[in-house]
């Protein structure tokens, strides 16, 4: 289980916080790399200023398999990869700094106040905290990849470099930052679901299913996960709506081709827009790809962090148990026994 446990010195499972950061990181790599198309079709949608529907004409997207079809048949294989590069550099950087703030906070709270750290509310509070370090530290990558996934063809921006360059000159560099209110307000009760609701799956499964082998507590750490993140994605995903169109703003000759562009002065002004030109339902345009990229995400996040911190767990008892010192004690011991 994710957090920190009082049986040991440090964080995730005896670990140190760069092994923490380097689990925390591969299973963010790992992650960003099948979830990826589902993120270029989840953000076209959320662009989109048409209801997603077969009965509105000028719509360009109308579902998921119609959007994967016309993606394909437009851009090409690749395009579901669009923004690939920033997004893993998010993703491998957004997964290291979570997970190890999450192990600070969670040992914290357990060496300076009376709650246990492993119970739901403290990890929804932890979770929510390590969340926002993480995303004000990744916010100007989750940036340019959106718009890198918005821009229709000829590409706007040929490079990583050359967007960054761009945006700095043209936009300045408070721009990277753009959707960055909505992004901290979704994010604290989003990543605080997600841990909390995984403690709380976790903790099911430990009730209702009998002592399994290690393949299996694999297995149920990608279900809970999954449960995890379809819950908190639901609760919060008007919030990750506004960011989608806020990074955009000013970017608009870059993806004309995808329809009408809506230009918003700030976080307000686009709800309210948002809810006076496409209703409630606009606030949730998206939702069926996100909610499978959540389940998708969320679960192998975990899944990915809880096996690569057993990896370097069983790795560091190899080498300690393999150590001259820990021979002679271990002999030493069991003399004594045996006396």
Excluded at 91 to 96: D, R
Excluded at 158 to 178: D, I, N, Q
Excluded at 275 to 280: D, I
Aim: glycine share 8%.
């Amino acid at each position: 289980m994710v957090g920190y446990d009082p049986g040991t010195q440090e964080g995730g499972r005896g670990l140190s916080s760069s092994e923490v950061a380097a689990a925390g990181s591969m299973s963010g790599l790992l992650t960003r790399v099948l979830i990826n198309p589902l993120d270029v079709i989840k953000i076209r949608f959320q662009l989109q200023i048409e209801r997603l529907s077969l009965f509105e004409p000028a719509a360009k997207y109308h579902g998921v398999l119609q959007a994967t079809n016309t993606i394909f048949q437009e851009e090409g294989l690749q395009a579901f990869w669009k923004g690939h590069i920033p997004a893993q550099l998010l993703s491998i950087s957004y997964g290291a700094v979570q997970f190890v703030s999450f192990e600070f906070l969670t040992k914290f709270v357990h060496n300076t106040v009376r709650y246990d750290s492993r119970n739901p509310t403290m990890h929804f509070v932890c979770g929510g905290l390590a969340a926002c370090s993480a995303t004000v530290t990744v916010q100007p990558l989750d940036t340019l990849r959106t718009r890198f996934v918005a821009q229709g063809e000829p590409k706007f921006y040929k490079s990583l470099w050359h967007a960054v360059v761009t945006m700095y000159r043209k936009e300045g560099p408070l721009s990277f930052y753009r959707g960055l209110t909505p992004t901290v307000l979704a994010v604290f009760p989003y990543a605080g679901f997600q841990f909390a609701f995984y403690n709380i799956f976790q903790s099911i499964s430990k009730w209702a299913v009998t002592p399994r082998q290690t393949r299996m507590g694999n297995i149920e750490n990608l279900l809970c996960g999954s449960c995890a993140g379809v819950i908190s994605k639901t609760l919060t995903y008007p919030f990750d709506l506004l960011k989608k169109r806020l990074q955009v703003e000013g970017f608009g000759q870059a993806r004309a081709a995808f329809g009408p562009v809506q230009s918003y002065s700030g976080f307000l002004d686009c709800a309210c827009q948002v809810a006076q030109r496409e209703g409630l339902k606009g606030f949730f345009k998206g939702l069926s790809p996100s909610m499978l990229k959540a389940a998708i995400s969320t679960g192998f996040s975990f899944f990915w962090y809880e096996l690569f911190c057993d990896i370097l767990d069983n790795r560091k008892e190899y080498r300690i148990s393999t150590t001259p010192e820990y021979r002679c004690q271990a002999q030493n011991s069991l003399t004594m026994i045996i006396d």
